[in-house]
């Protein structure tokens, strides 16, 4: 059975997440960034990943940018990637369906490294996604295999793993890659 | 006499600096052959992206100009950008807004509203730190220095004419992928 994980696990395994991508942007050879965080995280608020990001409120060694569309979000990703900064992006699988065009041109055919948190808001607790009566819950998965993005659920504390593994996916791919959060985050 | 989009390129280019230029649509053309670099990234297959891309880069390169040629038809697809930009506050960008009127690759329909849309109201509105319309080319160039040094981010919507390329009459140029690739080991290679 899938369980809610806490919003300060994945506050943590963020922040080892980008120490990571700051260290291999360093051996790449970038410079010293003009700022003190770890990296940029651009939002569209969801409702499903609501103490994460309420968490994040209070952090500092994260940036939150929130934006008003998730097609925007994708674009200052690529923009803020270009410009070596780690980045990644927190939004809802509305915001996924609603910005299929951006996913396809910029992250897939522009070859950009794109990390997804994605909460599967209204995902019933004992139901496989594909099986829930909720059609934004069902078709996250099969869009994202049509597309050929890769892509994991977190379904409890021990998952977050997947996190870093996805991140790293992204850059290695030079592509999407997507964590789903499969319960509202606690 | 609405300003010759090709004629606003070239004086941006001659006064740029080592400014991140992000064209789209109508300008990507004109620009390629006014400024072949890799300093450039072009928004095409994506309308309405230039002006979030632009505002990336320009936060992740604080130390540099960046400069987006947007359309009018492209930013109405992506509006909500300018709230976005206002609250990222990118001190180095500056957001020009080619404004034409009409979807110029499509054939030239009307935009929604045409050219009755105030951009620069909206700009203003969402929190841009100046907002500015300019009519004629001298006052262009005239305003350029500034444009470049002055703190961000800045909105200037440009009457012009249309384009004499547009991305479907002049294709070609580097691919996307390609553009990034250079623009990022560019910027590497810089530090």
Known sequence: MAESIPAPLIIDTLKDTFREARAARTAEGWPASRHDFLGWILSVPDTHQKTVLAALDKEDSLRVITCATEDEAATMAAGLYMGGEPVMLMIQHAGLYASVNTLRGVAMDGKIPMFYMIGLLSREKDKDPKESRHSMVRFAEPLLDTFSVPHARLEGPNDVHLIPEYYRLSRQRKGPAVVLVGLETI | ?191
């Open chain 2, 1 to 191: 006499m609405a300003i010759k989009p090709e004629e606003a390129l070239k004086a941006i280019a001659a006064a740029r600096g080592n400014a991140i230029c992000v064209p789209t649509m109508t300008t990507s053309p004109a620009w390629r052959e006014i400024a072949p670099d890799d300093l450039s990234v072009g928004c095409v297959g994506f309308m309405g992206g230039a002006s979030a891309m632009g505002a990336g880069l320009a936060l992740a390169r604080p130390e540099r100009r960046v400069i987006v040629f947007d359309g009018d038809g492209s930013l109405l697809m992506q509006l909500g950008s300018l709230a976005t930009i206002a609250g990222a506050r990118p001190r180095n960008l500056v957001h020009l807004l080619f404004k034409n009127g009409v979807y110029h690759t499509s054939g030239s329909q009307d935009i929604p509203g045409g050219l009755t849309v105030d951009f620069v109201t909206m700009a203003r509105g969402a929190g841009y730190k100046s907002a500015m319309a300019i009519t004629t080319l001298e006052e262009f160039k005239r305003k350029l220095p500034e444009l470049l040094t002055a703190e961000g981010p800045i909105f200037v919507e440009l009457h012009t004419s249309l384009a004499d390329q547009t991305p479907m009459t002049a294709r070609g140029g580097r691919s996307f992928p390609d553009q990034v690739e250079q623009l990022r080991s560019k910027l590497l290679a810089a530090r």
